[in-house]
C-alpha cells in the first residue's frame, strides 16, 4: 500500500521558518515528480513547487519562488519542502504529491494527508 505521510508543519512567526517533511512508502518514488499543493479556509488547492529529480526540473510557484526549496533523501524516501521568510498568506494545509509523469500538472496519482501550517502576523 503506498502512503505519502506529511508533518513539520505548526505556527510560526512572520518571517520565520519551518521544514515539511513527506515519507512514503510503499514504493520508491526516486523518478517519480513529486510535488507540494496547499490549501487555505475557503480557497481552493493551489499549486507550491515540484520537481522531477530524473528529468532536472522543477518548478516553484511565484508567490513561493526565492523563499521555498524542495528537496529530497533517498535513503529515507523523503522528500522536504524547506519555507523561509513565511508570510501570513502562506498559512494553508500542505499537501504532499507524487506522480510518475514529468508533468501531472495538479492530477497526482497518490496524495498525502497534510500538514497544518498557520503564520502569525
Known amino acids: 500500500q503506498v502512503q505519502l505521510v506529511e508533518s513539520g508543519g505548526g505556527l510560526v512567526q512572520t518571517g520565520g521558518s519551518l521544514r515539511l517533511s513527506c515519507t512514503a512508502s510503499g514504493r520508491t518514488f526516486s523518478s517519480y515528480t513529486m510535488g507540494w499543493f496547499r490549501q487555505a479556509p475557503g480557497k481552493e488547492r493551489e499549486f507550491v513547487a515540484a520537481?522531477?529529480?530524473?528529468?532536472?526540473?522543477?518548478t516553484y510557484a511565484d508567490s513561493v519562488r526565492g523563499r521555498f526549496t524542495i528537496s529530497r533523501d533517498n535513503a529515507k524516501n523523503t522528500v522536504y519542502l524547506q519555507m523561509n521568510s513565511l508570510k501570513p498568506e502562506d498559512t494553508a494545509v500542505y499537501y504532499c504529491a507524487a506522480d510518475p509523469k514529468i508533468y501531472p500538472g495538479d492530477e497526482y496519482d497518490y496524495w498525502g494527508q497534510g500538514t497544518q501550517v498557520t503564520v502569525s502576523s
Open positions: 520537481k522531477n529529480w530524473s528529468a532536472g526540473r522543477t
